[in-house]
Protein backbone atom coordinates (compact mmCIF):
# COMPACT_ATOMS: atom_id res chain seq x y z
CA UNK A 1 0.00 0.00 0.00
CA UNK A 2 1.30 3.66 -0.92
CA UNK A 3 1.21 5.88 1.67
CA UNK A 4 2.55 9.41 1.99
CA UNK A 5 4.00 10.86 5.29
CA UNK A 6 3.91 14.64 6.40
CA UNK A 7 6.91 15.37 6.08
CA UNK A 8 7.18 13.81 2.64
CA UNK A 9 3.52 15.74 1.81
CA UNK A 10 5.35 18.87 2.42
CA UNK A 11 8.62 18.17 0.53
CA UNK A 12 6.46 17.69 -2.88
CA UNK A 13 4.89 20.80 -2.20
CA UNK A 14 7.97 23.04 -1.83
CA UNK A 15 9.80 21.21 -4.51
CA UNK A 16 6.90 21.90 -7.40
CA UNK A 17 6.58 25.44 -6.29
CA UNK A 18 10.15 26.21 -6.70
CA UNK A 19 10.40 24.46 -9.79
CA UNK A 20 7.30 26.17 -10.91
CA UNK A 21 9.12 29.49 -9.51
CA UNK A 22 12.35 28.96 -11.50
CA UNK A 23 10.70 27.91 -14.85
CA UNK A 24 8.07 30.80 -14.68
CA UNK A 25 10.95 33.18 -13.88
CA UNK A 26 13.04 32.14 -17.33
CA UNK A 27 10.51 32.51 -19.16
CA UNK A 28 9.56 35.71 -18.61
CA UNK A 29 13.30 36.79 -19.29
CA UNK A 30 12.77 39.54 -21.50
CA UNK A 31 9.50 40.48 -20.45
CA UNK A 32 8.80 44.30 -19.54
CA UNK A 33 7.42 43.48 -16.70
CA UNK A 34 9.05 40.44 -15.18
CA UNK A 35 6.69 39.89 -12.17
CA UNK A 36 3.46 40.53 -13.37
CA UNK A 37 4.76 37.62 -16.49
CA UNK A 38 5.90 35.03 -13.18
CA UNK A 39 2.59 35.72 -11.81
CA UNK A 40 0.70 34.47 -15.38
CA UNK A 41 2.89 31.83 -15.34
CA UNK A 42 3.19 30.18 -12.36
CA UNK A 43 -0.41 27.90 -12.48
CA UNK A 44 1.42 26.73 -16.56
CA UNK A 45 4.69 25.81 -14.87
CA UNK A 46 3.65 24.54 -12.10
CA UNK A 47 1.35 22.11 -13.88
CA UNK A 48 3.51 21.31 -16.65
CA UNK A 49 6.61 21.72 -15.20
CA UNK A 50 6.21 20.79 -11.38
CA UNK A 51 4.22 17.77 -11.89
CA UNK A 52 6.49 16.50 -14.73
CA UNK A 53 9.43 16.49 -12.04
CA UNK A 54 7.53 14.85 -9.10
CA UNK A 55 5.36 12.47 -11.11
CA UNK A 56 9.01 10.87 -12.37
CA UNK A 57 10.13 10.98 -9.01
CA UNK A 58 6.92 8.86 -7.99
CA UNK A 59 7.01 6.38 -10.06
CA UNK A 60 9.99 5.31 -8.41
CA UNK A 61 8.43 5.46 -5.26
CA UNK A 62 5.50 3.25 -6.74
CA UNK A 63 7.76 0.40 -8.66
CA UNK A 64 9.92 0.32 -5.86
CA UNK A 65 6.86 -0.13 -2.89
CA UNK A 66 5.17 -2.68 -5.69
CA UNK A 67 8.83 -4.86 -5.41
CA UNK A 68 8.44 -4.45 -1.29
CA UNK A 69 10.38 -1.72 -0.79
CA UNK A 70 10.39 1.31 1.43
CA UNK A 71 10.48 4.55 -0.44
CA UNK A 72 10.03 7.87 0.31
CA UNK A 73 10.51 11.10 -1.93
CA UNK A 74 13.01 13.71 -0.21
CA UNK A 75 13.41 17.40 -1.05
CA UNK A 76 17.52 18.14 -1.86
CA UNK A 77 17.50 21.48 -0.95
CA UNK A 78 21.02 22.22 -2.25
CA UNK A 79 19.51 20.56 -5.60
CA UNK A 80 16.66 23.62 -5.59
CA UNK A 81 19.56 26.28 -4.26
CA UNK A 82 21.11 25.15 -7.06
CA UNK A 83 18.86 25.92 -9.70
CA UNK A 84 17.52 29.19 -8.32
CA UNK A 85 21.76 30.24 -8.78
CA UNK A 86 21.81 29.01 -12.26
CA UNK A 87 18.17 30.24 -13.39
CA UNK A 88 19.99 33.67 -12.62
CA UNK A 89 22.29 33.15 -15.33
CA UNK A 90 19.35 32.41 -17.38
CA UNK A 91 19.17 28.43 -17.44
CA UNK A 92 18.32 25.65 -15.46
CA UNK A 93 19.91 22.75 -13.60
CA UNK A 94 17.12 20.93 -11.37
CA UNK A 95 17.08 18.75 -8.78
CA UNK A 96 14.68 19.31 -6.57
CA UNK A 97 14.44 15.66 -4.70
CA UNK A 98 14.67 12.07 -4.90
CA UNK A 99 13.37 8.68 -3.99
CA UNK A 100 15.01 6.93 -0.98
CA UNK A 101 15.20 3.53 -1.61
CA UNK A 102 15.05 0.99 1.48
CA UNK A 103 15.75 -2.49 1.84
CA UNK A 104 17.95 -5.49 2.03
CA UNK A 105 18.54 -6.38 -1.71
CA UNK A 106 17.55 -4.93 -5.04
CA UNK A 107 18.59 -6.88 -8.13
CA UNK A 108 19.18 -5.23 -11.29
CA UNK A 109 16.14 -6.19 -12.98
CA UNK A 110 14.54 -4.83 -10.08
CA UNK A 111 17.02 -1.46 -10.15
CA UNK A 112 16.03 -1.58 -13.24
CA UNK A 113 12.32 -0.98 -13.41
CA UNK A 114 12.18 1.33 -10.53
CA UNK A 115 14.42 3.24 -12.82
CA UNK A 116 13.03 3.29 -15.87
CA UNK A 117 9.66 4.40 -14.66
CA UNK A 118 10.38 7.90 -13.98
CA UNK A 119 11.14 8.50 -17.58
CA UNK A 120 8.27 6.36 -18.95
CA UNK A 121 6.29 8.52 -16.87
CA UNK A 122 7.42 11.65 -18.37
CA UNK A 123 6.88 10.10 -22.20
CA UNK A 124 3.76 9.28 -21.47
CA UNK A 125 2.96 12.44 -20.06
CA UNK A 126 4.92 14.12 -23.27
CA UNK A 127 2.71 12.14 -25.43
CA UNK A 128 -0.80 13.80 -23.96
CA UNK A 129 0.72 16.68 -24.33
CA UNK A 130 1.52 16.21 -27.60
CA UNK A 131 -1.96 15.55 -28.69
CA UNK A 132 -3.41 18.42 -27.06
CA UNK A 133 -1.17 20.41 -29.56
CA UNK A 134 -3.66 21.14 -31.71
CA UNK A 135 -5.65 22.99 -29.06
CA UNK A 136 -2.78 25.69 -28.48
CA UNK A 137 -3.58 29.36 -29.39
CA UNK A 138 -0.76 30.98 -31.52
CA UNK A 139 -2.00 33.86 -29.81
CA UNK A 140 -4.71 33.95 -27.18
CA UNK A 141 -6.70 36.49 -26.64
CA UNK A 142 -7.76 36.04 -22.99
CA UNK A 143 -5.64 34.67 -19.48
CA UNK A 144 -7.33 31.18 -20.06
CA UNK A 145 -6.31 30.63 -23.44
CA UNK A 146 -2.98 31.47 -22.90
CA UNK A 147 -2.33 29.45 -19.69
CA UNK A 148 -4.16 26.46 -21.72
CA UNK A 149 -1.78 26.81 -24.73
CA UNK A 150 1.18 27.68 -21.95
CA UNK A 151 0.68 24.21 -20.44
CA UNK A 152 0.53 22.26 -23.12
CA UNK A 153 3.76 23.79 -24.93
CA UNK A 154 5.82 23.61 -21.93
CA UNK A 155 4.28 20.39 -20.80
CA UNK A 156 5.45 18.64 -24.14
CA UNK A 157 8.69 19.77 -24.24
CA UNK A 158 10.10 19.82 -20.33
CA UNK A 159 8.75 16.37 -20.17
CA UNK A 160 10.28 15.40 -23.66
CA UNK A 161 13.50 16.60 -22.08
CA UNK A 162 13.31 14.90 -19.10
CA UNK A 163 12.92 11.68 -20.17
CA UNK A 164 15.75 12.04 -22.62
CA UNK A 165 18.10 13.71 -20.19
CA UNK A 166 17.44 10.76 -17.55
CA UNK A 167 17.84 8.15 -19.99
CA UNK A 168 21.76 9.26 -20.47
CA UNK A 169 23.61 6.28 -19.29
CA UNK A 170 25.38 8.44 -16.64
CA UNK A 171 26.19 7.25 -12.65
CA UNK A 172 23.65 9.43 -10.94
CA UNK A 173 20.95 9.00 -13.81
CA UNK A 174 18.52 6.72 -14.09
CA UNK A 175 20.11 5.50 -18.13
CA UNK A 176 23.04 3.82 -16.07
CA UNK A 177 20.58 1.62 -14.37
CA UNK A 178 18.67 0.75 -17.08
CA UNK A 179 20.77 -0.07 -19.30
CA UNK A 180 22.77 -2.48 -16.77
CA UNK A 181 19.31 -4.29 -16.47
CA UNK A 182 18.48 -4.14 -20.18
CA UNK A 183 20.23 -2.68 -22.95
CA UNK A 184 17.82 -3.14 -25.37
CA UNK A 185 15.02 -1.78 -23.45
CA UNK A 186 17.35 1.18 -22.72
CA UNK A 187 17.45 1.71 -26.13
CA UNK A 188 14.26 1.47 -27.57
CA UNK A 189 12.78 4.06 -24.70
CA UNK A 190 15.69 6.14 -25.46
CA UNK A 191 15.15 6.63 -29.30
CA UNK A 192 11.45 6.89 -28.35
CA UNK A 193 12.76 9.91 -25.33
CA UNK A 194 15.03 11.86 -28.67
CA UNK A 195 12.42 11.80 -30.87
CA UNK A 196 9.53 13.23 -28.42
CA UNK A 197 12.16 15.97 -27.89
CA UNK A 198 13.02 16.96 -31.16
CA UNK A 199 9.51 17.06 -32.46
CA UNK A 200 8.78 19.32 -29.10
CA UNK A 201 12.07 21.52 -30.30
CA UNK A 202 10.73 21.98 -33.88
CA UNK A 203 7.48 22.64 -32.60
CA UNK A 204 8.71 25.41 -30.19
CA UNK A 205 10.57 26.76 -33.18
CA UNK A 206 7.96 26.61 -35.34
CA UNK A 207 5.89 29.02 -32.87
CA UNK A 208 8.43 31.52 -32.61
CA UNK A 209 9.74 30.23 -28.86
Known amino acids: MVKFTAHEVRDIIISMTVIAAIFAYLFSMGSSNILESVMYLIPATFIAVGLGFVLHELAHKFVAIHYGFQAEFRMWIQGLLLAIITAAFGFVFAAPGAVYIQGEYISK ?10 PLTNICLAILFMTLLPMVSTSPTDILSYE ?11 NSFLAFFNLVPVAILDGA ?5 NPVIWGI ?20 I
Request: positive net charge; glycine residues 10%.
Open 109 to 118: EENGKISIAG
Open 148 to 158: ISTIIILGFAI
Open 189 to 208: VTVVALILTVKAFLTLQGMG
Open 177 to 181: KVIKW
